[in-house]
C-alpha cells in the first residue's frame, strides 16, 4: 500500500518587498568643466539626515585627469575614475554613508580644456 502526503502551505506564506529602488533615488548631472566650478554640489540631503550610496556612474568625454564623487565636508571617498585609462566605469553595489549633514560634490583635476562630466548617484536617505 503507497501512502501519498500533500501539503499545501501557499496560504501561510508572507511576501516580502524587495524592490530596493522602491525606497532608493538617483540624482544624475551633466556637468562642463568649462563653465562649473569646483567642486560641484551634486546632492544636500535634508537636515539632520545622512546619505547612504547604493551605486555611482561617472563618465567623461576627457583622456587625461581625475573625476572623484566624495563627501564635501569630509573628504570622505565615494568614487574615483583616472580618465587616461577609463573614460568611464560604473560601481554597483556602493555602501559609502556620510556623517549627518554631508553633501556629496564632483570634484576633478588634470581633465582636458571643456571636458564634460556625467554622474550618476544612487542613494538612500537616512
Known amino acids: 500500500?503507497?501512502?501519498?502526503?500533500?501539503?499545501?502551505?501557499?496560504?501561510?506564506?508572507?511576501?516580502?518587498?524587495?524592490?530596493?529602488?522602491?525606497?532608493?533615488?538617483?540624482?544624475t548631472k551633466e556637468i562642463d568643466t568649462s563653465i562649473a566650478t569646483k567642486p560641484?554640489?551634486?546632492?544636500?540631503?535634508?537636515?539632520g539626515s545622512v546619505v547612504s550610496t547604493r551605486m555611482c556612474i561617472i563618465q567623461t568625454n576627457s583622456a587625461a585627469?581625475?573625476?572623484?564623487?566624495?563627501?564635501?565636508?569630509?573628504?570622505?571617498?565615494i568614487y574615483k575614475i583616472y580618465c587616461s585609462k577609463f573614460y568611464g566605469n560604473p560601481a554597483p553595489h556602493l555602501n559609502v554613508t556620510s556623517i549627518e549633514g554631508d553633501y556629496v560634490v564632483v570634484d576633478w583635476?588634470?581633465?582636458?580644456?571643456?571636458?564634460?562630466?556625467?554622474?550618476?548617484?544612487?542613494?538612500?536617505?537616512?
Open 40 to 47: 560641484y554640489p551634486l546632492l544636500t540631503p535634508p537636515p
Open 65 to 77: 585627469g581625475e573625476v572623484t564623487v566624495k563627501f564635501g565636508q569630509t573628504d570622505k571617498l
Open 109 to 126: 583635476s588634470g581633465v582636458d580644456t571643456g571636458a564634460k562630466i556625467f554622474v550618476a548617484l544612487t542613494y538612500k536617505i537616512i
Open 1 to 27: 500500500m503507497t501512502f501519498e502526503r500533500r501539503v499545501r502551505i501557499e496560504s501561510q506564506a508572507d511576501v516580502i518587498d524587495t524592490d530596493t529602488l522602491a525606497s532608493e533615488e538617483t540624482v
